[in-house]
Nanobody, 121 residues
Framework: QVQLVESGGGLVQTGDSLRLSCTAN????MGWFRQAPGKAREFVAA???????TNYARSVRGRFTISRNNPESTDLQMNSLKPEDTAVYYC???????????????????WGQGTQVTVSS
């Protein structure tokens, strides 16, 4: 059974940075989603198995960077954080062929427990 372990959330101020990490016990394509109170879960970023392809939500493009050093983990570097970035962030993963990323939550099989990111104004 694949398990995902997330780390790196916290409370920061507007304009600050945070780095989230997610580690899996398997070689997987991965992504990040977030859910703010009273809102639906939304796509944030995705990365292919080898890390050669990435995709971002328009709201975070240019501020967030998804990366990976191996097929079993991924990081999300979040810069210039805004109060509207406040949410629980979830790591998601699935088995995949190389060169493909996934942007829909229904594409993913495995989910982390979530980590809270709070950006104060």
């Amino acid at each position: 059974q694949v398990q995902l372990v997330e780390s790196g959330g916290g409370l920061v101020q507007t304009g600050d940075s945070l780095r989230l990490s997610c580690t899996a016990n398997g070689r997987l394509a991965m992504g990040w989603f977030r859910q703010a109170p009273g809102k639906a879960r939304e796509f944030v970023a995705a990365i292919s198995l080898a890390g050669t392809k990435t995709n971002y939500a328009r709201s975070v493009r240019g501020r967030f960077t998804i990366s990976r050093n191996n097929p079993e983990s991924t990081d999300l570097q979040m810069n210039s954080l805004k109060p509207e970035d406040t949410a629980v962030y979830y790591c998601a993963a699935r088995r995949a062929v190389t060169g493909v990323y996934y942007t829909s939550d229904s594409d993913y099989t495995f989910w982390g427990q979530g980590t809270q990111v709070t950006v104060s104004s």
